[in-house]
């Protein structure tokens, strides 16, 4: 029944020639997995027998597996119950263990064990983990207890809530088909990492596992969540500690975000597709003309020649060279679509090479795996071995070549074309690093890994990719796939920003106006508006959507757009200072309010970001609405085009061309008027910030405190020439510099090369 509503829904879609191909797929995968895909077998744990230390670990021997415990008294454990598939996590020391009475102690912290699981606790005896003992069959499963009103965020990406209990999720990336709107489940990118917030004490639970799972969040039991995985290993950490160090400790183990350059947090403007060089110059010319700014434009498939990756239509494309050369001149990047598959196609020299070479993913029997995706029947790069990813990683020089910046990875679930059955690989297709079935969620992740590794020896790189899995941020951003066009989806698009961020994801966005489907102005105007500090600030949209260049709304509304993305433009130097700052601390981005307030009444609030620790955006989120309830984190904030202050629950207005953004006060914020000019929101304890300034691809740090009594202590680095400083909230009436006092005006002042203090007048 569900086979033939398939064909059924895929001959109304298509009905092409590649019917043939999807079928054939179809078959042989079926084929080869009834064979060579075998489900788990795995023996009961049994009894706890005893436990014992170890060097610095501590082993507790149950019947028929050897719990082993690894831990750091800064709050980070590790449990590995089985072995499995090598997965890209890393090694990180741990501490020397406590062992007494089978508890086992490092720093504050306690584990200790009976038959319903293990305990964590910290020093007053607080629980903060009881996770129960696993079950082992066909699937591995392992249980959490919820205490109470608990918090649940993470995952990956999820179109859930912001809090996703009482619900099940799928970990398996996978094509959401075309569009998706909120509640669809699996998305392209699944990781099996769960925030825990409960009582103020929270932690992360990640799975080192990168097959498929399935979880349930109190949905079947209202106190217990479980993970049932499919394939192995089950090894786990838990990480525990105030919500910020959490993620810092889990990016020591799953890599954190990397640099990207300058120009990637402007404004991007996308399409399904350009379809000539002629059409990209025209739109680039519209964009100067009318005075918008434009970071990037970007080629979708229509670019490659028969959609085979590595080359250019000769007909729409011929000169591109010069197009990206034209493009240069202007400030303008180009970014073109990668796909992971390969068109089988002898004589084309990808796929040659690879044929030759051996880099296919092939079926446990020798033959190289193929599957119908754009280019027709198609090969795919083994890209979880070395030299495949080395081989692969320098094809890019060819784009490098032709001018092309940056690198978009579409269809790296990877997606397939199907006739019936789950639309990617063979469960039984062998990588270097295990089956498929064990090591599907990390294919995008290698793939996007080997352009990295390659460009990053001569540039920071620009790679966009729409799946992965636990640490993608270092090397990659991710943006949410194929949403649909509705306020809904618009909100959606922030909730499941929030549970990437929950999961360690930092570089995140989404398609600007929906994929499918084409917004009024009011709609792409919010849309715009709600993504103003997501760090991806990109429009894209499907073939058949209207076209949605900022001029495209008419006259009336051209302004409006041209002001956001100014605005936007406006912030670049704090976005990529926090950007920076989060490639060290391994922290997103992107927060929810709940992470700065420990007040139940916040722990919901689902329609508002923070960017860093210092702004607070609160889009608009329904149609025809003109103001809306804004509710503030602990401490005074101000509005940013008032500067009045405020604190608590307020009612703002919000007309069409207005964003509500609030700065905390204490906070610097770094901004381009022309100038770089660092903006001090008073408060009475002082202020202070320290910014990372794009210095041509390096980054200059600019340490800079303002004390209770207005003496200013600023340190920069040697590429950083005088600095502006503009206060808000509160009357500077002149500064004393070295014994000397000038008067100022408009709170604006300028701090020269060399001056390293000064002393404010106040009023
Ligand atoms: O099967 O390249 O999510 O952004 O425009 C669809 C065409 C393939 C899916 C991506 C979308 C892109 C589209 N791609």
Sequence with gaps: MQLLEEIDGFLKTFGDGMLKDRISYSLTRDRY????????????????????KSNKYVYFHFENYDLKVEARGDGVFKFSWTDGPKLPVENIEFDDLQLHDNTVSVGNYSISLDENGLYLKDQDGKLIYQGYIPDFNEVLSQSLRIFGDDLFSGLGEKAGPINLRGHVYRLWNHDAKGSYGPDSDPLYLNIPVLLHLHDDVSYLIFFENAGDATVDIGFSREDKVTFYFKSKPMVYYVITGDIKSIYSKFSEITGKPYRPP?????????????????????????????GIPLSAIYLDIDYMDEFKVFTFNSDRFWDVKDLTKYLGERGVRLITIMEPNVKMEPGYTIYDEAVKNG????????????????????AFPDFSRNDVREWWGKKYDFMKKNGVSGFWHDMNEPAIFVAWGDNSMALSAAQSNGSHSEVHNLFGYYMDKAAYDHLSKTERPFILSRSGWAGISRYAWIWTGDTETSWKEMKQNLLTILHMSASGI??????????????????????LQSAIFYPLFRV???????????????????????????????????????????????IPMIRPVYWYSSNPDMLLVDDEYLFGDSILVAPIFSEHSTSRIVKLPPGLWYNLYSDEKVFGEIKVEAPLNMIPIYIRSGSIIARDEGKLILHVFHSEEGESAKIYIDAGGEDSELDISVSKDGKINIHRGSSIKAVTIKFHGVYVKGITINGNTKYIEDNLFEIEEGVNELQLIFQ
Excluded at 268 to 290: G, H, K, T, W
């Design 33 to 52: 997995d009834s064979i060579y895909y075998k489900k788990l077998n795995m023996k009961k744990i049994g009894r706890f027998l005893s436990a014992e």
């Design 540 to 586: 894209h949209s499907n073939k058949k959507s209207k076209r949605r260049e900022p001029w495209e709304f008419g006259e009336k509304y051209l302004g409006i757009i041209r002001d956001i993305i100014k605005l936007r433009h406006s912030f670049l130097p704090q976005i990529y200072s926090e950007a920076i700052s989060s490639s060290i601390t391994g």
């Design 359 to 378: 880099y296919f993913i092939k079926y446990p029997d020798g033959n190289i795996f193929y599957a119908p995706v754009w280019p027709l029947m198609a």
């Design 262 to 290: 300058y120009w990637a947090f402007g404004f991007q403007q996308s399409r399904y597709s350009y379809m000539s060089s002629a059409e990209v110059r025209s739109i680039v010319d519209r964009f100067n003309e009318l």
């Design 506 to 527: 930092s570089l995140t966005g989404c398609d600007i106006g929906g994929f499918v489907g084409s917004p009024d102005a009011e709609l792409f105007i919010r849309w």
